[in-house]
């Protein structure tokens, strides 16, 4: 029986490629690998020449995408990626057009959030569409209470200053976190982490969610294959447990008077067309004066140019904002919050720690295998 083909367009970095490929290897798929985002080239081809099969190309040219995932006709049965790479209506018909050997059924994302992907166009061409949300929850609350405390502490202009030779003693000592109000927008798996830590360092925690209730989706199961190591089912294919339960935050009823009322206001939303600039000139002059904005969601969520206004405003009550997420990112990324003393801004890494990064590898690669071979239960897939 052939073997299911998968391309890995954006594979897991560094020595988590192995397990990466180990892992798909020992559910039986056939691997081609892309080479242009893999630091050693050459080391992969000589650790995995004869298992894998090899292709170099840019992800984010939608030309070479599509000539790769089709090339001699052939085609993929599955495409994983894990930076975001655009899978567009034109893609979607061309990796699934009549005369393919493998048209494409699966798109797999090794992260949360698949907005990257134009999810009508997949269910019209019937591809399956899944990723690992929860994979980096932990990983993004660490990182976005990182952002707030390098902010209220005025971290970057110290270090500056002191690179500097300056010995920059502060003018106005700044409040402790136990005095701020947190407002987090999106209680999901990852605000509900930010707000676990928040309180225990004192803060008070309020969180707006446009549901009416929150719930743990329900984990997918083991489908590590029988080779999987020990350290992997561990790591990746369990969920990984809360030491120790942490009290909810506070709901509050509005998303204005949340902003009103807090200190710091966390995004942790999907960009979706309902979600797409929430966050305007109107929200941003609700808020608290010295209020700070963290964005580690996505781009699109907030809008940037009324945020870079908001910033350069000494008058506006946003005193500052740490932003991960951008409306335009990788070789497009422009922003008008360039240049600006009181925005923190960092390339989408929030999530990229190793265990976060090894979790969604190894949990995309069982559901993609689960997917292909017709066995959907428990397998999160996001349809339009």
Not at 26 to 48: E, K, Q
Not at 249 to 265: F, W
Not at 365 to 373: M, N, R, S, T
Request: overall charge neutral; proline content about 8%.
């Amino acid at each position: 029986m052939e073997r299911s083909r998968v391309l890995l367009v954006d594979a897991a970095p560094g020595a988590l490629l192995g397990r990466e490929l180990e892992r798909l290897l020992g559910h039986g798929l056939a691997v081609t690998l892309n080479l242009r985002r893999v630091a050693d080239g050459a080391g992969a081809r000589a650790d995995w020449g004869g298992r894998v099969d090899f292709t170099d190309f840019d992800p984010f040219d939608e030309a070479a995408l599509l000539a790769e995932t089709v090339r001699d006709g052939l085609g993929h049965h599955a495409v994983k990626s894990r930076a975001g790479v655009p899978l567009r209506a034109a893609f979607l018909a061309g990796a699934t057009r009549p005369g393919l050997a493998h048209p494409l059924r699966v798109i797999g994302r090794a992260g949360a959030g698949t907005d990257h992907v134009e999810l009508a166009a997949a269910a019209r061409h019937g591809v399956t569409v899944t990723h690992t949300p929860g994979s980096n929850a932990d990983a993004v609350a660490e990182f976005a209470l990182a952002q707030l405390l390098a902010l209220t502490r005025g971290l970057r202009s110290y270090d500056e200053a002191a690179h500097r030779g300056e010995w920059r003693a502060a003018t106005a000592p700044p409040e402790e976190l136990s005095e701020l109000t947190l407002g987090i927008v999106g209680p999901g798996r990852i605000g509900r982490a930010l707000a676990g830590r928040a309180s225990a360092l004192g803060m008070e925690v309020q969180a707006f969610s446009r549901r009416p209730a929150v719930t743990s989706a329900p984990a997918a199961p083991d489908l590590a294959p029988a080779s999987a190591s020990a350290r992997d089912l561990a790591s990746a294919s369990t969920p990984q447990p809360t030491p120790t339960p942490t009290p909810a935050p506070r709901p509050n009823r509005s998303l204005p008077d949340l902003l009103a009322t807090s200190d710091v206001v966390s995004l942790h939303l999907p960009l979706t067309p309902e979600t797409r600039g929430l966050i305007g000139r109107a929200e941003l002059a609700l808020m608290r004066p010295g209020a700070i904005l963290l964005n580690t969601a996505r781009g699109g969520i907030v809008d940037e140019q009324a945020l870079a206004d908001a910033l350069r405003d000494p008058a506006h009550p946003l005193a500052a904002a740490a932003v991960d997420t951008f409306e335009h990112e990788h070789a497009a990324f422009a922003s008008p919050l360039f240049g600006l003393p009181n925005a923190l801004l960092t390339p989408h890494v929030a999530g990229m720690t190793r265990t976060a990064m090894a979790t969604a590898a190894l949990r995309c690669a069982d559901h993609i295998a689960a997917l292909l071979a017709g066995r959907p239960e428990g397998i999160p897939v996001v349809t339009a």
